[in-house]
C-alpha cells in the first residue's frame, strides 16, 4: 500500500457515509469526531491506518476508557473505526481489517422516557387559551404526539407538508428519508385554527415556508419549543424529566401498549431497522412488572 495522508481517508470516508448512505449530518460529524481522535492516536504513536494490529487497537480503546469514556460513547467509537476500516477494505485501500474481532461493550438498555395516556391528557389541555401562541403550541404538541414526529422534523415541517383533508402529514427524517403519517382529528383541528393564526402574522416575510412561526415571524427553533414544553408539563403537575423527544416516545408505547404492529409504528417513526423500535416492547414489559410488584400479594 502507498504512503497515503489518513485525512484523505477520512475525507472520502465522511463524504461516502454523507452521499452514499445517507446518514444524517449530525450522525456524519459524530463519525468524524471520533475519527479524528483516532487518526491524532496513530500520529502520536506513530503507527499507520494500514500498520496498526488488533493489539493497537486494543491498547487504544482501554486508553479512552481509561480517560472516563462511557460505555455508549465506547460503543459508538468502536463502530466509527469500524465502519472506517470496512470502507477501506471494501475500497481496496486495506486488505484486511483490524477490526474483525474487537468487540463491543454491552451497553445497558437505556428505556426513553415516556408519558401515561392519562399524562398525555394533562399536558394537552394544559396548553390553553385562544392566543395565537397558545394555539400554535396546542397545534404543535398535538401534531407531534399523534404522528410520533421528532422535534426537529416537527418544527421544519413546511406549510404543504400537511394535508387537512386527508389528515396526513409529509415528514422528511434521518438521511433525508420522506415518510407519510396519519395525524388524526384533533391534530387537524388545532392545525386548522393555528392556519389562521398564521396567515395574520404580518411579521411573517411573504411566502415563508415554515409552518410553525414565533411571533417575530421566523420559524420557530426546537430549543424554544421544548422550553415551553417543560413549563407546560410544570402546569400540569407532571413530575416527570420532560425530553425533546418525550410526545414521540410516548407516542409509540401507547400504539404498542394497544396492539399495533410493531412494522407499522416503525414506519411512522421512520425507523431504518425495527431493532430501534423494539425497544418500546421492553417498555411494556418494565410497565407490567410495575403493575406486576405493585398489586400482586407476593409482587
Known sequence: MTCVDPNIYL???????????????????SYRSDLKNYLG???????????????????????????????????????????????LVAEGYLKTDPTANLLPPKIPLKLPSTLSVAEVERLLNAI???????????????????AGL??????GLSS????????????????NKERLVPMGKSACMYIRKYHEMRNLNKRAKENEPALFLSKLGRPLSRIEFWRQ???????????????????????????????????????????????TTQIYTHIDREHLKELHKKYHPRG
Open 160 to 175: 404543504d407538508s400537511v394535508d387537512l383533508r386527508l389528515g396526513f402529514v409529509r415528514v422528511f427524517g434521518k438521511g
Open 128 to 146: 390553553g387559551g385562544e392566543s395565537a401562541r397558545e394555539i400554535r403550541n396546542r397545534a404543535m404538541a398535538e401534531l407531534m404526539y399523534a
Open 41 to 87: 492516536y496513530l500520529k502520536k504513536s506513530n503507527a499507520t491506518v494500514d500498520g496498526i494490529a488488533h493489539i493497537g487497537l486494543s491498547d487504544y480503546l482501554w486508553e479512552r476508557k481509561k480517560f472516563g469514556l462511557q460505555p455508549r460513547s465506547l460503543y459508538r467509537l468502536i463502530e466509527s473505526i469500524r465502519q472506517f476500516y470496512k470502507f
Open 11 to 29: 475525507k472520502q470516508f465522511t463524504a461516502y457515509i454523507s452521499a452514499e448512505k445517507g446518514l444524517a449530518k449530525n450522525t456524519v460529524l
Open 229 to 275: 414544553l417543560k413549563n407546560y408539563a410544570k402546569k400540569a403537575n407532571i413530575n416527570k424529566r420532560i425530553y425533546p423527544h418525550t410526545l414521540r416516545h410516548s407516542f409509540a408505547s401507547h400504539l404498542l401498549v394497544n396492539g399495533a404492529d410493531i412494522r407499522f409504528v416503525q414506519e411512522m417513526l421512520g425507523h431504518s431497522s425495527i431493532a
Open 150 to 155: 421528532r422535534v426537529s422534523e416537527l418544527v
